[in-house]
């Protein structure tokens, strides 16, 4: 390429796409590493979810509602409603990681006649809009899956799991102060890896072919008032146009609106200056709405569906539900959780603590990489209400501390509990193993603590007594923060454990009888009696 | 329209596209200034959020003001479950606190009592700040602090020890160590004062049973014998030394309860330097306790002489009996009494003693070398002629 | 851009309109839909305060001339609760023309009759019976088991009954239950057991006379727990409390006592036949106080003092426990 420095050039179009592809890929890196405690401010460090028009539609479906910043999305769907899919070469991060990617490994010292030939439609693009089908019709169903494939997600979640801890192994303490681990993170890597590798193949491959996000904004392109338009008057049928075409959208005949990324490298390419951006050019020249086979689509609103009934009806959600599935302060109650986690693993990010973990099975199929607490690896900082801010969807509702721990206005409802710890005295250094300890007790935050102690003497084995505190859990104030499980000196399997059981988020789960009404102080009221 | 076949391989020369319309110019103009525009909103919402978000709300802890009904608290806090020392239960006594500068107890009939222990050694003065926190000894680890010196301390009933350092702003590393022994009473601090008195101090003028040495400070107060210490002689550091005896004087209790002895020591001619408290058995007399001793300087010589206050009765017994143990060893001579008081005179293993009893006060020159001024000396003392 | 076919290059009017409608048209639509549907507040999950539906009362006037508590003994089921119902002035005196009456019995268990656990299929019968008889147009059945429901429909012999009498038995489907709200001692907001009570307009409960090993005994006021759903299991951290929130939450129109086959120990599930002891009495009543306590006193044998919730109950003024001094017969049969 040469670099010849043109003032034209500045203002051309395909240009401006370059600088704000730079812009928003910055942006979106930013406000990765942003989202820490130390840094966080009030950047809007979900911004590029809340944009996501997909997100805002399909919780809309399962929820009924726009939750809050959602709404931010309308800013999208209504320029892509005038001028086709510029979310995805201008905006979409992902989007601009395979633009490069491809760029750097894909054919471009190959000869031009390849290049050409790479970027021809291919049937196999219609793939994104079955799976665009089969996971509205999870939603209409009842169940949120869109996070696996949708762009932003599964980026974000990429880089909260595996790439920034990945970075923090190479350069320790760039990015967490102490290294930050996730379980199973090496799943979401390899898939990173492959679906990027895939570029060499395939230049786009996982917008073109896989993109749920860019079906649905395909498909709101079916409307669009302007397009890339091809004068056949001027063309002289070099597909040249091709050359560079990131959308696969044939340029060279009728254009596919659906696949159109407007990106505007096939009017630069043009040496007969036949392509333009123009309004309401006619309609036989262009291939309106999006090619999705029917038989393929039914198959998908079909796979769709039977996600959603035979993964609940596997019961993970229900009655068998897994007792380490914990979740952040501030969830919704399971259904309703599934029902509007995105799997973007904000809420991972931004956690202090380490504590958050993706799930994989543990909440059946639908909950794989939704956010649940593994005590092992971290405890909730009791006034901390990071990942409800962070959230995106309302999955986690955006609490205050006040909510959370049931001071100020919310005493009479007291605390949120995340589930309840367990004593296993097999494992308890003072029940079972004649050791003083209690560092459960002492880390307990709540006051008066739920954990307390009894001291007692008992004759070790040496045959001289010993006088110990022995711990015990007082379940109407244990919020299930898990740092007792933490510090637990038996650090293999602790010897207090905390389980979901009592979580206050869902009222079958409910441990102690409160009337339904929750409230610490007012639990202790009542059992006074 | 042109038909140009396609070429069947091999690459063509890049175009470059150079015609660009004005709507195109002033769109790309638009987003440019849109996405500047964007940068900048991010980075002003950036700086504005809300705190509550990162940290507690003082305003929310109001409503944990009340305590938990039915749930106590940890072992510590709660006094039935505690096994260990129930001093550091106790909570805080309102009592008049030694350092708070607040009125010292000057006149109060009683001295504070030892329960003090625990209060931290504060003093209320310009230019000086607490090196460290105060220490705490009571009898038995008293030698932690003084080592060799605790035995005799204990022979005097220390009861406790409280110290403390103070940085002298002024003067930087310099520093002033303050030491409160405490006795079981007026009597067995002065007893340990005098033991460790320095023959080269100088006395104060705020405490009459005190001297000042080149670097320190020390006196008896009440039942506390107080060492004030400076850690260099820079003139800063020893007004500051200084002032803070002068403080500790101010705010320690008068007391000369049982001291009455002491008081009774003539003035005239008294080597300053000389006076000694001895417990019990002066003069080898198992009768003989709280026994003040002095030196006099009389017609030339310098007389040792020792007094003792108790009840009239016990003064008499005593006075027999030494002049007993006197006749035993050597030879003793009464003489006439001498206003109220009655006499004896005796010479044991070369030294005369000329010992006198009246009412309650037992007292008398010993080893001296000259009898007659030792008669003259305790004649003269009877006649009220030598105060 | 040169215009050399101008058919070929622009767009017709119509079309041109169309389309600018259609896109125009989605615009518009996404942006209403979308702020209708906008939720710009959070909430806190699992504190929302739901809004719960109160039970109307189904009880009759009360009267000062007939009795409100009927006592009657025998041997044969029918016999001896038609008896206690006409001490009580005859079923009519509950029952109208056309009333939709919902029998609520005590199916907790898949029990068979003889082990007294259940309400009988012969009483079951009989106060159907007396329903028809009294002009109902309805008569339902339903409980929320704690077995499986449709186990213990069967075993207990009473979808027999159902079946034979044609009676509308309701299972506890999921779709059946709705939040209740009560300003109950421990019962605020719970998950209620209600498509039973959409349309009716007389309840009657039908309880055994049961042994309980957690609060002493299950009778008529206890009988009303098969109402609840959700995690009913919580609630044995404050029986007594509930047991007599049931007195504030259910004013039926009739409560009746089947004392014929008593389960004096072992209970509430029983399983022995050395478990039952024949007291041959029927209990009917409009005070499920009153009732019980006949029923704990005279049926079961044992001191009422023990029977917390009765005097619970008494204090908030729900039930009157000295039912000698109320209007009641003893009766026969």
């Known amino acids: ?529 | 329209m042109a038909n140009e076949k396609k070429p069947a391989a091999g690459n063509r020369r890049e175009f470059v596209r150079t015609h660009v319309p004005l709507a195109e110019r002033v769109a790309s103009a638009i987003i440019v200034v849109l996405l500047a525009a964007i940068g900048l909103a991010i980075a002003i919402k950036g700086k504005h959020f809300n705190p509550d978000i990162f940290a507690v709300r003082t305003d929310s802890l109001k409503s944990t003001t009340a305590a938990v009904v039915g749930k106590g608290g940890t072992a510590a806090s709660m006094p039935e479950t505690k096994t260990e020392n129930p001093v550091a239960a106790e909570a805080p006594k309102p009592a008049a606190e030694e350092g708070s500068g607040e009125g010292g107890a000057e006149g109060s009939a009683a001295a504070p009592k030892p329960a003090e222990k625990g209060q931290p050694l504060e003093i209320a003065l310009a230019g000086i700040k607490p090196m460290s926190d105060t220490e705490f000894y009571n009898s038995d680890n008293l030698f932690e602090k003084i080592d060799g010196r605790a035995p005799a301390y204990q022979g005097f009933n220390v009861q406790a020890l409280r110290c403390r350092s103070f940085n002298v702003l002024a003067a930087a590393g310099s520093f002033v160590d303050v030491y409160e022994y405490r006795f079981d009473s007026p009597v067995d601090a002065f007893g340990m004062f005098a033991l460790e008195r320095d023959p080269k101090g100088q006395p104060l003028d705020f405490a009459p049973d005190g001297y000042s040495g080149e670097m320190g400070y020390f006196y008896r107060q009440g039942a506390v014998y107080v060492q004030i210490i400076a850690s260099d002689v820079k003139p800063e550091t020893l007004a500051l030394t200084k002032a803070i005896a002068l403080n500790r004087a101010k705010e320690l209790p008068v007391d000369d309860h049982g001291l009455a002895g002491r008081r009774k020591l003539p003035a005239a001619g008294m080597l300053a330097d000389s006076v000694s408290f001895v417990l019990e058995n002066a003069q080898g007399q198992s009768d003989f306790k709280d026994v003040f001793q002095a030196k006099y300087n009389f017609d030339g010589a310098v007389l040792p002489y020792f007094i003792m206050v108790t009840q009239p009765d016990d003064a008499a017994k005593a006075w027999k009996s030494f002049q007993d143990f006197c006749a035993r060893f050597g030879k003793a001579e009464v003489l006439p009494d001498v206003n109220g008081g009655k006499i004896f005179s005796a010479q044991v293993f070369g030294k005369w003693k000329v010992v006198y009893q009246r009412e309650g006060e037992l007292g008398g020159v010993f080893d001296a070398t000259d009898a007659g001024k030792a008669q003259a000396f305790i004649e003269k003392y009877l006649r009220g002629e030598i105060k | 851009m040169s215009a050399t076919n101008p058919n070929e290059q622009s767009v017709n009017r119509r079309e041109f309109l169309v389309r600018l409608g259609i896109t125009g048209a989605l615009i518009a639509g996404t942006g209403l839909v979308a702020r209708k549907l906008w939720q710009p507040n959070h909430f806190v999950p699992g504190f929302e305060k739901e809004k719960g539906m109160q039970l109307r009362s189904y009880a009759s006037e009360i009267s000062k001339v007939l009795p409100s508590l009927a006592i009657a003994h025998g041997t044969e089921h029918e016999k001896t609760i038609r008896a206690a119902m006409t001490a009580l002035g005859g079923m009519n005196r509950f029952i109208q023309h056309g009333d939709v009456v919902m029998i609520k019995p005590n199916v907790a268990f898949d029990r068979p009759p003889a082990l007294a656990a259940t309400t009988h299929p012969d009483a079951l019968r009989a106060v159907a019976k007396l329903c028809f008889e009294a002009g109902a147009s309805k008569v339902i059945v339903a409980d929320n088991p704690i077995n499986s429901p449709t186990g213990c429909f069967f075993k207990s012999g009473l979808t027999a009954v159902a079946a034979e009498m044609n009676l509308d038995l309701m299972y506890p489907e999921t779709n059946s239950f709705a939040p209740l709200s009560l300003t109950g001692e421990i019962l605020k907001e719970w998950t209620f057991f209600n498509t039973p009570f959409k349309k009716a307009t007389k309840v009657i409960g039908l309880a055994p006379c049961k042994d309980h090993n957690l609060c002493h005994a299950s009778m008529t006021t206890k009988n009303w727990y098969g109402l609840l759903g959700g995690r009913r299991n919580q609630f044995h951290q404050h029986i007594h409390s509930i047991v007599s929130d049931f007195a504030l939450m259910m004013k039926p129109t009739l409560v009746i006592l089947d004392g014929m086959n008593v389960l004096m120990s072992n209970g509430p599930t029983g399983g022995r036949l050395s478990d039952v002891k024949p007291m041959n009495t029927i209990v009917a009543g409009t005070d499920m106080i009153a009732v019980d306590a006949y029923g704990y006193s005279h049926l079961l044998e044992r001191d009422i003092a023990e029977l917390t919730y009765l005097h619970k109950a008494q204090d908030r003024g729900l039930g009157n426990i000295d039912w000698k001094n109320t209007l009641y017969k003893e009766v026969q049969a």
């Open chain 1, 1 to 529: 390429m040469k670099f010849k420095f043109n003032p034209q050039d500045l203002l051309k179009l395909r240009n401006v796409r370059r600088v704000a592809q730079v812009f928003f890929f910055s942006l979106f890196l930013f406000f990765v590493f942003v989202t820490d405690l130390r840094y966080l401010k009030g950047y809007p460090v979900s911004l590029f979810l809340e944009l996501d028009p997909l997100v805002s539609f399909a919780t809309a479906i399962t929820t009924h509602t726009v939750y809050m910043g959602l709404m931010w999305s309308l800013l999208l769907i209504l320029p892509t409603l005038l001028f086709g899919r510029i979310f995805c070469n201008w905006i979409c991060p992902y989007g601009i990681l395979h633009h490069f990617t491809g760029w750097l490994l894909g054919k471009r010292r190959a000869n031009e006649r390849e290049r050409i030939e790479s970027n021809r439609y291919k049937k196999l693009y219609s793939l994104k809009y079955i799976i665009l089908i089969a996971m509205i019709a999870a939603a209409v169903g009842g169940t949120l899956q869109i996070g696996w494939l949708d762009p932003i997600c599964l980026f974000h979640r990429s880089m909260s799991t595996v790439i920034l801890p990945a970075l923090n192994l190479f350069f320790p303490s760039s990015i967490y102060v102490r290294q930050y681990f996730h379980v199973g993170a090496w799943i979401i890597g390899f898939l990173l890896l492959f679906l990027v590798g895939m570029n060499v193949l395939i230049p786009r491959f996982f917008c073109r072919v896989l993109c749920p996000l860019g079906a649905f904004l395909g498909t709101l392109s079916s409307v669009t008032l302007w397009r890339i338009d091809r004068d056949p008057t001027k063309c002289v049928d070099c597909d040249l146009c091709l050359k560079n075409c990131e959308g696969a959208s044939d340029p060279q005949t009728q254009l596919r609106k659906s696949e159109c990324f407007v990106c505007f490298n096939c009017i630069e390419d043009c040496p007969e200056d036949a392509l333009s951006f123009k309004f309401m050019p006619p309609l036989k020249r262009e291939v309106t709405a999006p090619v999705v086979p029917g038989r393929r689509a039914f198959l998908g609103t079909l796979i769709g569906l039977g996600f959603y009934a035979f993964g609940r009806a596997s019961g993970a959600s229900d009655r068998n539900y897994d007792k380490k599935v914990i979740r952040p302060p501030g969830s919704v109650e399971e259904k309703d959780f599934l029902d509007r986690c995105i799997k973007c693993d904000q809420c991972i990010r931004t956690c202090p603590t380490n504590v958050l973990q993706p799930a994989w099975m543990e909440s059946g199929i639908e909950g794989i990489w939704t956010p649940i607490l593994d005590m092992k690896i971290g405890s909730c900082d009791v006034n901390c209400v990071l990942c409800g801010q962070v959230c995106p969807t309302g999955a986690i509702q955006r609490i205050s501390i006040e909510e959370k721990t049931g001071t100020g206005p919310f005493v009479k409802e007291g605390p949120i509990k995340l589930g309840t710890a367990f004593f296993d005295r097999g494992r308890c250094l003072p029940w079972a193993m004649e050791t003083p300890c209690v560092v459960c007790e002492e880390v307990c935050p709540v006051s008066p603590k739920a954990i307390f102690s009894r001291e007692v003497t008992i004759i070790k084995r040496d045959g001289n007594p010993i006088t110990l505190r022995q711990p015990y859990m007082d379940p109407a104030l244990c919020i299930g923060c898990g740092i007792c499980e933490h510090e637990c000196p038996v650090t293999d399997e602790a010897a207090i454990r905390v389980t979901a059981v009592g979580e206050t988020r869902s009222r079958e789960r409910r441990l102690l009888m409160d009337g339904g009404v929750t409230g610490a102080v007012m639990d202790l009221e009542k059992r006074q009696r």
